[in-house]
């Protein structure tokens, strides 16, 4: 396992946040989870993580609201971003990228694949999952 890194979760399906942070625990990160656009907004930029993963629905303000104001403060604009939704339109997913997510994962999650996700932007190898 690669070092330890701080991750956010922002999401408004609670038990799907639940297990992905119980999976990146045990692999010993540092993970924060909220559950709207102005905690997420608040929590990133004090804790400063190296990962986000964004639902689009999220209370008060959508995610992808959170990803485009992310990309214009020049302190988080490098932030990996890592949308989850059920939705795997083609369309969607390139509207997803052209807002300046970094990746799009879809339900149902594979642990293996959120583990090897952090791995990814642990090591720096940010390609698009």
């Known amino acids: 396992m690669q070092g330890a890194i701080d991750i956010l979760i922002a999401g408004s399906n609670a038990a799907q946040s639940i297990a992905i942070e119980l999976i990146l625990t045990r692999e010993g990160h540092r993970v924060t989870c909220v559950s709207s656009g102005p905690q997420a907004l608040s929590h990133i930029k004090a804790l400063q993580p190296k990962l ?12 992808l609201e959170v990803c485009q104001r992310l990309r214009m403060d020049p302190t988080t604009a490098a932030l990996p971003v890592v949308v989850i939704t059920p939705d795997a339109h083609a369309v969607f997913r390139r509207k997803l990228i052209a807002l300046g997510v970094t990746a799009v994962l879809s339900p149902p999650l594979n642990p293996r694949d959120i583990i090897d996700l952090t791995t990814q932007f642990n090591t720096g190898d940010s390609d698009e999952v």
């Open 52 to 63: 986000v993963l964004l639902d689009p629905d999220l209370n008060d303000m959508s995610g």
